[in-house]
């Protein structure tokens, strides 16, 4: 999936050609860990380096485990420790010495994530700093920019939106001031952009929808094996809805039934599941097979019969763009940005969230019509190409920077005055 290389290995160096454009990436998580975003920012980087960009990626370090520095498929990524107390939601039921080790760890931690992002400011002097996900990481992207006077866009993703309100005042002061700061605001979504604008946050003159993007090589190349299974994938939390999908796999009917499901992923809803397809008398015929790692997940999605999407909350959907590359037929539910990419019963099939009755019944409609499911799933295919293949997605990203490029360089009170894209 990727490549490292040794700390000995790795530079900072600033001799890159004057004409070639220089991004720093700041996610708030990346590879090893696999989520959404990860996968994002990870295809991001490497659209990036394809097109002639001179890319870093810095990110919050996660485990004592990884490296501060390695590179990553050809890319250099830098680990800091950018925790912050957005986590103390009751801050005098935490522990003594928890509250007395933030507060003699942050301030060092500043220091030291300060003096780091100075050197990279000074040697590798970014022209754009992009943060995905806003959290730590958005604050310190927000402080790279201005030390090295380079515009900050941000991407929201989801969950850094829908969680604002129960963050304690210190976070969301981060999340406010992490917006107010940046140059453009990307949403890879309009159902997530109407749900920020709700929060009646001041915004950046660019404001745009850059949908996620699949690698539709990578999935194209693993069509062709049979297809045996139903499959729902992702995390298991309780968003997701996979106690939803068990419900109604075992309510399909008899002739639908030979199909066994297979569960990918893993998280704190996994033992419910579990426990829920014993209770159905199921679970002989509910194959789960905890987190696989991502270069596996082309070759499963090409082994369904369809992909199940049951989630009660989706700000994106990136599972059903992927089963689309896929060519496997897509039932999925009628939340957040899924309906921006699924048409009801042209290329895939929309149901009610958190009824497995429904949801039970557009699988056994295309688990016992081969037409509509070669239909739909011919149909996905063309959706993704059209719209969600890397090189349209690029497009849109590249819009967005060599707009903000065109502006005078960030000092003081400067602002974008790039116009704004419409996202659908």
């Not at 419900?247 to 829920?276: I, Q, T």
């Not at 059209?386 to 707009?403: D, H, I, N, P, T």
Request: charged share 25%.
């Amino acid at each position: 999936m990727h490549s490292t290389r040794s700390r000995a290995d790795v530079t900072m160096s600033g001799c890159e050609e004057a004409t070639q454009r220089r991004i720093v990436l700041m996610p708030a998580d990346y590879l090893p860990n696999i989520g959404g975003h990860e996968i994002v920012v990870r295809r991001l980087a490497d659209s990036l380096t394809s097109n002639g960009w001179s890319v870093r990626i810095v990110t919050p370090m996660k485990s004592p485990r990884l490296r501060i520095r390695e590179i990553m498929d050809d890319v250099e990524v830098l680990r800091l420790p950018m925790q912050l107390p957005v986590g103390l939601r009751r801050p005098m039921a935490a522990s003594v010495g928890r509250l007395v080790g933030k507060c003699v760890l942050l301030p060092a931690c500043f220091v030291w994530n300060w003096a780091v992002l100075s050197h990279l400011a000074r040697l590798f002097r970014p022209q754009i700093v992009h943060a995905h996900y806003v959290g730590p990481n958005a604050l310190y992207a927000a402080l790279l920019a201005r030390l090295s006077g380079a515009k900050l866009v941000l991407s929201i993703h989801g969950d850094d939106v829908l969680r604002e309100a129960r963050l304690p005042l210190w976070g969301r002061w981060l999340f406010r001031t992490a917006i107010r700061s940046s140059d453009a605001l990307l949403s890879n979504s309009n159902d997530l952009l109407v749900a920020a604008r709700k929060l009646d946050i001041e915004e950046p003159e660019t404001v745009t929808v850059v949908w996620n993007d699949v690698d539709t090589a990578t999935f194209r190349s693993a069509v062709g094996r049979p297809r045996e299974y139903l499959l729902g994938i992702g995390r298991f939390v309780h968003r997701k809805g996979f106690d939803v999908l068990v419900r109604a796999f075992s309510r399909l009917p008899e002739s639908c039934s030979h199909a066994p499901l297979v569960l990918a992923g893993d998280g704190p809803e996994l033992r419910r599941c579990r426990a829920l397809a014993e209770d159905l008398d199921i679970a002989e015929r509910v194959q789960f097979l905890g987190e696989v790692p991502y270069e596996d997940v082309p070759g499963l999605m090409a082994g369904a019969r369809l992909v199940a999407v049951p989630s009660r909350d989706e700000p994106f959907g990136l599972v059903v763009i992927e089963a689309m590359a896929a060519e496997s037929p897509v039932v999925a539910a009628t939340v957040g940005g899924i309906p921006e990419i699924v048409q009801n019963e042209e290329n895939g099939l929309l149901v009610p969230r958190d009824d497995p009755d429904a949801l039970a019944w557009a699988m056994g409609r295309i688990l016992s019509d081969h037409d509509l499911a070669r239909s739909l799933a011919a149909r996905g295919l063309a959706t993704v190409k059209e719209r969600f293949s890397r090189e349209a997605v690029m497009e849109r990203y590249l819009a967005v920077y060599e707009g903000l490029l065109r502006d005078p360089p960030r000092g003081g009170a400067v602002r974008s005055t790039a116009s704004t894209m419409e996202g659908s």
